[in-house]
């Protein structure tokens, strides 16, 4: 039993090396519903690893940092807001050059007295190339009395 299950470990672990995909990607953004009374503009700044589960499926992980730009509202000044989020991650291939997915996780507070929150962020990609993606989403984090969201466009590249 024990040797069957070390096969079965070594298989699944070369089936990774082999088809896997790693990107990295930069997106700007505009901070919405509560998150735009107070804040600006949004920068995110992520990594991720899929793997190719089919022809049309890939899932994984990404982790990230994103910095929200703190605003200006009748005379009080807000502090700039961080999160690092931590999710795993759908992509299905509508087609191809188009892909739709989805991240969901927790995006941990890095900024003092943001405790983070459940993460969801639904994505829509378009591929320029085989390495490049112009991609749209929606990043909703669920905060304690609140939530924080942003409609961002980025761009992704694979490595």
């Known amino acids: 039993m ?3 299950l070390l096969a079965a470990v070594v298989g699944l672990f070369a089936f990774s090396v082999t088809a896997q995909n790693f990107g990295a990607g930069l997106s700007v953004g505009l901070p ?5 009374d107070i ?5 995110t700044a992520d ?5 190719n589960v089919s022809d049309d499926f890939d899932a994984g992980v990404s982790v990230g940092f994103s910095h929200n730009f703190g605003d200006e509202v009748s005379g009080i000044e807000f502090d700039d807001v961080q999160f690092l989020p931590i999710a795993g991650r759908a992509s ?3 087609s191809e050059d188009l892909f739709i997915g989805a991240d969901l996780g927790y995006a941990v507070g890095i900024n ?8 969801w962020a639904p994505r829509v990609g378009y591929g320029v190339s085989d390495t490049v993606d112009i991609v749209l989403s929606y990043n909703n984090v669920s905060l304690d009395g609140g939530t924080w969201s942003n409609i961002n466009l980025g761009i992704n590249f694979g490595l």
């Open 2 to 4: 024990k040797k069957l």
């Open 32 to 36: 919405v519903g509560d998150a735009g």
């Open 39 to 43: 804040a600006t503009f949004n920068i």
């Open 47 to 51: 990594v991720n690893y899929l793997w």
């Open 92 to 94: 299905f291939n509508a």
């Open 112 to 119: 003092d007295g943001n405790d983070g929150g459940f993460l």
